[in-house]
Structures are given as structure tokens and as C-alpha cells.
């Protein structure tokens, strides 16, 4: 166990206290705070009592406690020292001396380090109730873990709504690759000591295993209850051992007082870091696929990763958040070893507007390219925000393909889905339909004088007729300007965020213009229904010369409307808002390079 470093004459818990910063749990030696550097309100930012050091698991800034109050204040550690100590303590001296202190608040105090001086009243806090040190079991071993983790989910169900909600759309799982991969049921609390017992006297170790501790009358337990009940997710590393298990909640868990559209963490570990006897669940690396794979896809989410494996057959590992990155590098290091030639970053879309995901997924580049390997980052549709829900997304397209060929031969003329020759083959396919339960002119969509024109008059008068029916509508697209690393707060997501982010219209000069054309629509068809069209182009059937994205959250459409020029902000397939723009100001897309011949 960790000793306290006591040559303080205070702690970091004083410092925290003297900043005003937000306790929202409390664990063994440490508790979670809101940060006060990235702002997350979350209580990411863990602050360890024991050792005087802070860290926070979103935006990674950590250090020691001087330096956490000399950069809130933008002054020096040794300044730091100075005045913590005198808004703390009565007796401590406004003289400084020479040496010591100064020397070692520059060097030693800002990483945490103890300093000489006097022995910190911890005992104190605990009089107050405010922290309460216990006692932390030594981490078992990998394979120890594994044993017992692996018969712990022998012994338990997954519960019928579990499994389904496994296997509906938003997961796509199927039975076989659930049972392969070992999803199971949280049990009930009061099965927890009993299936302990059980795992004891099969041989299993539980000290130092996550998630088991000693109860308040000495016996060995899991740190399961009603609020984190849900689906347990088998964390596998390279070795092909479970190291961990993380809970995906039935019921996200929420703070008292957080605002009532904040969802709550959905995703816990198994854990007993805060129980007598416990264990931190450590975050561990999940690794799913050939681990002599060439190439292998970083992400953020472990049941992320293993859907996304099961839906392309790709290796995947998976980190729990995306700046929790340090434990990649030990893993690269073996990848590298075995053949891995290319890491892909595969974090979600919001690496775009989000910095703190964006500075993760930075770091695996340094990584990979530490290790000898490349490294790249992956996009796909804006639409989807992860990896996996693109995928599923692309497994249902043939079903929304199959809709648009219901489409009758009218409804494709006049939406310039096909031209007018197609008439041909649908009185072909008609004629040699099964099915008798449409006549021709209800099979082709026209209306009964329609029709007469057609068997009087031929082809060209209906087409003529057909033609007065619709119209061609000119049309631009507008994207966000996006490189490697480069963030905009707003990007991919509604016109909310474009507001928060302290615009009132789109910043024409951040977009460049990305496509110009015409579309063919009924006449009568208002603005709405004509963008909710582009919306399903400009994602299933792009256009062969197209350089942008498909059509999303962010992106401006200017609609010619009667010799008029409209813009939208597209908030999502059936909602656009009328913005201001200047498309003068706009970028161009660079040519593409020709090819050498």
C-alpha cells in the first residue's frame, strides 16, 4: 500500500477545498471531482489523497496539488506553496526563506512529491467525515483474474431482455456471436456473497480481483447492487485472458443535481477500489480479433468493438475512454512485434468537434509511430456517430433500396430517377407479373386520362405531358473545412451547438463549396420535401464526381427557390433551418491531382 506523503503542512484535499471544487464520489483513497480545466461537470478528474497527485480521465491534464492551484491561478508552484499555506494555516510564516521551499516547490511539488515541513493533520478530514481511507488489496494476477472472472460469468445468466436488446437494430448482434463473445446478467445483490462462496471453493481467488471485497462482517463479496445492474461486457486482452468486466447500465447513473437533459454514464466497471479489500478495475485494453492482424482498429467502447468485429470481421482493440490511452502502448509494442504494420484510429465522429477527443486520438498516432507502425484516422458518414452504428446503417441500406424500387414508374419520372424509355420495361414486367391485383395504369402510377393520352397519342405526347409536371431545381452544397487535427465545436451536429458555440448564423469563411447541380422535382414539391430528397441522395447513391461527405449535421444547402437564393442548416434528415450565408466567402475544394499516365 501506498504511504501518505505527509511532509506537507497540507494536502491535496485542502487545495481542493480552498478551489472550490465539486466532490461527486468518493473512493478508497481518492475521490472524483468536477474539472475545473475542461469544465466536464461529470466528476472525471480524480484526485488521490493518498498520493497528492490529480488526474482527469477526459481531458488527461494531471500533476501534483501545488500545480493544480498554481494553474488555476496562473502563478508558480513555489507561489503556490506560499499561498495555500497562508489562507490554511495560522501559524505559517509570511517570511520566505532562501532555500528549501522555494527549490522544492519549483521542482518537487508541482509532480506531487513530498517537500520537507510539517506532517499533514489527516485525521482531521476523517473527524470531518470528509475523507476515509481504506484499505486496498494487492492486485491479483492476470491469470488468477482470468479464472475467476471466467467461471464468475460460467455461473450467470443473460437475462431475455438483455439478449434482446442485444439483438435489436442499435446492436445487430446475433445469437451465436452473443454466446461467443460471453455477454451475461448482472445477478441480483442478494446472490453476490453465495456465488463468492461458490467461486472459493472451486479454487478461485477473489482478493485482489475487481469487483470483490470483505463485507462489514469479514466475508468475501461482489460490489454488485440494484443502480448497477445491467449487461456484463468481458474485457479480453491480447493474451486472450479477461482482465476485467465492464457493466453497460440498465438505468444510466445520474447526480442529484444534474440537469434533467443529461443522460448519466452508461457504462461503469466492475470495480471495489472504494470497498475494504478491494481492487480498481485498473481500465484494461479489450482486444478482439487475429492478434497477428496487419491492421488493427483503434476505438473507443469496448461493446463498440465487439460489434464492429462481428459486422466486418476486423481487429479491433478498444479503449473505455478516449483519452484513456496509456495501456495501448504496451499492447502496440506487441502488435508491432507480431507483424501489425497499421493502426487505424476509429474513434467516433465527434473527434470533429470534440478537443478532448481529438487529443486522443492524437496520442495513438505518437504511439503507433513510437512503435514502428502507421497510423490513420477513419471517417465515414456523419450521420452515424460511431464505427458500428455506420455499419449497420450500410447492412440495412438494401432494405431502403428495396422501398425505392417500390416506387412506380410516375414517381420516378417526375423525381428524375429514371427517363422515360423506362416505361418500356415496366409495361414488360406487368405483362408478366403473377400477380393481377394492379391494372396497368395503377401499375405505372398515371391517372386515367394520362393514360388514354398514352394508348391515343404514344410515348412522346404522355412525356411531354409528364414534363410540364415537374421541374429542375439548381441547388449547392456547403461543408465544414476538417483536417487531421483541426476541431470546430459545432461540427456535425444541430444548429443548438452552432449557437453555443457563440454564432448566430453559419461562418461561411469555415465551409468550403463541395457540389453545384440541379434536381429534378415535382412541381408543388415545397422546400422541405426537396432537401429531405437531397438528404437520401447525398447518402446512398453519391454522385461519381462527388469529393465531399455525405450530407449531414452542419452542412448548408442553398436551394434556388423561383430565381431566389435560400440557405438551410441541415439539423438532420427531415429538419432544415433557414440560416444566413454568404457563400462568397466560401473556400473551393483544391483540384484533384492528375494521374501520371
Known amino acids: 500500500m501506498d504511504s501518505y506523503p505527509g511532509d506537507f503542512p497540507f494536502g491535496i484535499m485542502d487545495v481542493v477545498e480552498l478551489l472550490h471544487l465539486r466532490i461527486r464520489r468518493r473512493q478508497a483513497n481518492s475521490v472524483y471531482v468536477d474539472c475545473p480545466f475542461c469544465g466536464d461537470r461529470r466528476g472525471k478528474m480524480n484526485v488521490n489523497f493518498v498520493k497528492n497527485v490529480w488526474r482527469c480521465n477526459y481531458c488527461d491534464e494531471h500533476g501534483g496539488m501545488l500545480a493544480l492551484y498554481a494553474r488555476l491561478n496562473n502563478t508558480t508552484t513555489s507561489d503556490a506553496y506560499w499561498e495555500i499555506g497562508e489562507a490554511l494555516c495560522n501559524d505559517f510564516h509570511r517570511e520566505r526563506p532562501n532555500s528549501g521551499y522555494e527549490m522544492a516547490g519549483n521542482q518537487q511539488a508541482g509532480t506531487g512529491s513530498p517537500v520537507s515541513g510539517t ?8 473527524r470531518r467525515g470528509e475523507l476515509k481511507t481504506v484499505q486496498q488489496a494487492e492486485r491479483a494476477s492476470g491469470q488468477e483474474i482470468h479464472q475467476t472472472l471466467s467461471l464468475l460469468l460460467a455461473m450467470l445468466p443473460l437475462q431475455p431482455a438483455h439478449r434482446n436488446h442485444l439483438h435489436s437494430p442499435k446492436r445487430g448482434l446475433s445469437d451465436e456471436q452473443i454466446d461467443r463473445i460471453g455477454f451475461k446478467s448482472t445477478p441480483p445483490p442478494f446472490l453476490c456473497r453465495s456465488i463468492t462462496e461458490r467461486l472459493m471453493k472451486q479454487g478461485c481467488k477473489v482478493e485482489g480481483v475487481p469487483g470483490f471485497y470483505l463485507d462489514d462482517s469479514g466475508r468475501w463479496t461482489m460490489n454488485f447492487y440494484r443502480k448497477n445492474a445491467g449487461i456484463l461486457i468481458p474485457a479480453v486482452g491480447y493474451d486472450g485472458m479477461i482482465h476485467g468486466l465492464q ?10 443535481d444534474d440537469p434533467p437533459d443529461k443522460s448519466g454514464a ?3 466497471w466492475f470495480s471495489s477500489s472504494s470497498k475494504n479489500m478491494g481492487v480498481t478495475s485498473g481500465s484494461p485494453v479489450h482486444f478482439i480479433g487475429n492478434p497477428s492482424a496487419r491492421v488493427v482498429y483503434v476505438i473507443e467502447g469496448l461493446l463498440k468493438a465487439d460489434i464492429s468485429h462481428c459486422l466486418t470481421n476486423r481487429t479491433f482493440a478498444a479503449i473505455a475512454g478516449a483519452n484513456n490511452t496509456s495501456q495501448l502502448d504496451t499492447l502496440f509494442a506487441l502488435l508491432a512485434q507480431n507483424g501489425t504494420e497499421e493502426i487505424i484510429e476509429a474513434h ?7 478537443q478532448m ?33 455506420w455499419q449497420l446503417a450500410l447492412r440495412e441500406k438494401e432494405q431502403r433500396e428495396k422501398e425505392v424500387q417500390r416506387m412506380n414508374f410516375k414517381q420516378q419520372y417526375l423525381c428524375g430517377k429514371c427517363d422515360f424509355t423506362y416505361i418500356d420495361g415496366c409495361v414488360e414486367l406487368w405483362h408478366t407479373r403473377a400477380e393481377k391485383d394492379l391494372d396497368l395504369t395503377e401499375y405505372l402510377g398515371l391517372t386515367k386520362e394520362e393514360y388514354q393520352i398514352f394508348l391515343a397519342q404514344g410515348n412522346q405526347v404522355l412525356k411531354d405531358l409528364l414534363d410540364s409536371q415537374r421541374v429542375f431545381r439548381r441547388f449547392c452544397i456547403y461543408q465544414l473545412c476538417l483536417g487531421e487535427t483541426q476541431t470546430v465545436p459545432f ?21 468550403q463549396t463541395v457540389w453545384s447541380a440541379e434536381v429534378c422535382c415535382p412541381k408543388g414539391q ?6 429531405g430528397r437531397l438528404f437520401l441522395d447525398f447518402n446512398e447513391h453519391l454522385p461519381e464526381d462527388y469529393r465531399g461527405r455525405p450530407l449531414a449535421p452542419s452542412d448548408v444547402v442553398e436551394l434556388d427557390c423561383q430565381g431566389k437564393r435560400t440557405y438551410f442548416y441541415v439539423n438532420d434528415c427531415r429538419d432544415f433551418a433557414p440560416v444566413r450565408f454568404s457563400p462568397f466567402l466560401c473556400k473551393r475544394l483544391p483540384e484533384p491531382a492528375q494521374k501520371q499516365e
Open 119 to 126: 506532517q499533514t493533520d489527516l485525521a482531521g478530514y476523517e
Open 247 to 256: 457493466i453497460l447500465l440498465d438505468s444510466p447513473l445520474k447526480q442529484k
Open 266 to 268: 452508461k457504462y461503469i
Open 348 to 354: 467516433d465522429m465527434d473527434k470533429y468537434s470534440n
Open 357 to 389: 477527443t481529438s487529443n486522443g486520438a492524437s496520442k495513438i498516432y505518437l504511439m503507433a509511430r513510437k512503435n514502428g507502425m502507421a497510423c490513420r484516422r477513419l471517417t465515414w458518414n456523419p450521420n452515424y456517430k460511431g464505427f458500428d452504428d
Open 491 to 511: 461540427a456535425f451536429k444541430q444548429l443548438d451547438a452552432l449557437r453555443k458555440a457563440g454564432y448566430e448564423q453559419p461562418p461561411a469563411a469555415a465551409y
Open 526 to 531: 415545397n422546400d422541405m420535401e426537396v432537401l
